[in-house]
Structures are given as structure tokens and as C-alpha cells.
């Protein structure tokens, strides 16, 4: 599977089991075979996945894998700052590797719900200018674009 260019680089997936086994056992809770699976593809995935997306491909997997537990592990990567969820529009959030993964901000299409990830050095400037103007901190930040992607742009072309 290819990794998305913001996800974590390959050598983290060892380090970020670690910090998510230590958290569980922190809660009292374990790294089961099944939270392994779900960290593992989802740390791999090369698109950002609701947890409706993480579940049915976790279960062509392991059939055994309910769907709270895909959600369940999904919040607990969230609560220890290793996922962050998107809620993007439409009506399902989605969520996205956060281990050492390069500052990025999306592009959501309205129409089929792809999103596309960028980064540009320019609205980050800018966003720094705009902050230093108004002597304002920042702290965090996203950015997300609402439109249609190249393809629903030329299928929406060609209907008329």
C-alpha cells in the first residue's frame, strides 16, 4: 500500500505502537491483535478514512473485527494525540495520522468526497504576516478548500 506523502515515515510505525501501548496500558487497557491491525492499516493508509472506511476494509482483514472496536481504537489514537479526526463536511468525520507528520491543509471535494492534501509555503507565510499584523498567537490551524476535484469538474463539464 503507498503512503499518502504527509503520512509518518516507515520507521515510526515501531515508535508509534510504543507511545500507543503505553497509553493503553496507562488506561488499563491492551494492545490486542485487533488494535495492532487497525494501527497498523491505518497508519499505511494512503487516503484519509472514516471509521466506516477503516472498518470495512479491517474486516476483508479479520472478519472478527466489530465495528466499535475500529471506532473505539480510533478515539483512543485521537486521545494520545497519534490521529487527529477531520470532520471535513458530509456526515462522516474522517481521521488522519498525526505522528511526525509534515504540517499539511486539504482540499475537499462537495461533490465525492475525495480530499487532497498540499501544503504551500506561501498561505503559511502569509498566515504568519497576518498574525504578526494583529499581534495575534498562533497556536493551530486548518485550512480546507470546499469544491470539485479535476474529475467531478469534467464530469459536471460534460453534462452540460
Not at 66 to 89: D, H, M, N
Request: one cysteine or more.
Amino acid at each position: 500500500m503507498q503512503q499518502s506523502k504527509f503520512a509518518p515515515p516507515e520507521e515510526a510505525t515501531k515508535k508509534v505502537q510504543e507511545i500507543f501501548e503505553r497509553y493503553l496500558t496507562k488506561k488499563a487497557l491492551r494492545l490486542t491483535p485487533q488494535r495492532r491491525l487497525i494501527l497498523d492499516y491505518f497508519l499505511h493508509a494512503e487516503w484519509h478514512l472514516s471509521a466506516e472506511d477503516l472498518y470495512q476494509r479491517i474486516r476483508q482483514l479479520d472478519s472478527r473485527v466489530g465495528y466499535s472496536t475500529v471506532y473505539r481504537t480510533l478515539k483512543l489514537l485521537c486521545e494520545c494525540s497519534l490521529a487527529r479526526e477531520l470532520p471535513l463536511g458530509g456526515d462522516r468525520s474522517h481521521f488522519e495520522p498525526m505522528y511526525k507528520v509534515q504540517h499539511h491543509d486539504h482540499l475537499i471535494c462537495t461533490n465525492c468526497g475525495r480530499i487532497i492534501e498540499f501544503f504551500c509555503k506561501e498561505i503559511e507565510d502569509l498566515q504568519q504576516k497576518i498574525c504578526a499584523e494583529h499581534r495575534f498567537m498562533l497556536t493551530k490551524h486548518t485550512h480546507e478548500i470546499y469544491g470539485l476535484c479535476a474529475d467531478c469538474k469534467t464530469a459536471q463539464e460534460s453534462k452540460q
